[in-house]
């Protein structure tokens, strides 16, 4: 809420690591909640700037790159190019790692899909040493399919201060009946 006289302060901006991005993928349905609002029809949406995006994987149905040329954020080769905008310093003021979908092995005993989040984290972790500089970073979903990258996660988020959170994507997908949220 603004009082007389307040200005805004200017969207913070952020940066995307995902594996793919299709339409109802998991970087879609948080990261076009930045983009294109809570509904995804141009409204209000959350208060942040998305400014680059790593796509690990860009297949045939991909929308990341017309979304780029759409919103003029970067499209990255590399996680630290994302995270620095390709300077020696830190670009921005979050990190969403989202590691879901896309073609990679798996477990052959269970079929879990290996999906690269601790990659992501930790070349995430690399550019944050790099600048000497951390900002917060929320993981879709769980850390990892194994416990040791997981902890692995955790503890390296907790030497070096990083603001971490994980969670699901559920809370921003689409909502029937569709509700505000303030």
Same mark, same amino acid.
């Given at each position: 809420?603004?009082?007389?006289?307040?200005?805004?302060?200017?969207?913070?901006?952020?940066?995307?690591?995902v594996?793919v991005?299709?339409?109802?993928?998991?970087?879609?349905?948080i *990261?076009?909640?930045?983009?294109?609002?809570?509904?995804?029809?141009?409204? /209000?949406?959350?208060?942040?700037?998305?400014?680059?995006?790593?796509?690990?994987?860009?297949?045939? @149905?991909d =929308?990341?790159? $017309?979304?780029?040329?759409?919103h003029?954020?970067?499209?990255?080769?590399?996680?630290? +190019?994302?995270?620095?905008?390709?300077?020696?310093?830190?670009?921005?003021?979050?990190? =969403?790692?989202?590691? +879901?979908?896309?073609?990679?092995?798996? *477990?052959?005993?269970?079929?879990? #899909? =290996? /999906?690269?989040?601790?990659?992501?984290?930790?070349?995430?972790?690399?550019?944050?040493?790099?600048?000497?500089?951390? *900002?917060? #970073?929320? @993981?879709?979903?769980? /850390?990892?399919?194994?416990?040791?990258?997981a902890?692995?996660? $955790?503890?390296t988020?907790?030497? /070096?201060?990083?603001?971490?959170m994980?969670g699901?994507?559920?809370?921003?997908?689409?909502?029937?009946?569709?509700?505000?949220?303030?």
């Open positions: 809420r603004l009082f007389a006289g307040e200005k805004p302060r200017e969207k913070l901006p952020i940066a995307a690591v594996t991005y299709h339409r109802n993928s998991h970087a879609d349905v *990261v076009g909640k930045v983009l294109e609002g809570w509904k995804q029809d141009g409204g /209000l949406g959350p208060d942040l700037n998305l400014v680059s995006m790593y796509v690990d994987q860009i297949g045939d @149905n =929308l990341s790159v $017309a979304l780029a040329k759409k003029g954020f970067v499209m990255s080769k590399s996680i630290h +190019e994302a995270l620095t905008l390709g300077t020696d310093s830190l670009a921005v003021a979050g990190v =969403l790692n989202i590691g +879901e979908h896309g073609n990679y092995p798996t *477990v052959p005993e269970t079929q879990q #899909v =290996l /999906l690269p989040r601790r990659r992501f984290f930790d070349e995430v972790a690399t550019t944050f040493r790099k600048c000497q500089k951390v *900002v917060p #970073v929320f @993981n879709d979903k769980h /850390l990892s399919c194994a416990w040791k990258d902890k692995h996660m $955790a503890d988020a907790r030497e /070096l201060r990083i603001p971490f994980a699901s994507s559920v809370p921003v997908m689409w909502r029937s009946p569709s509700a505000t949220i303030p």
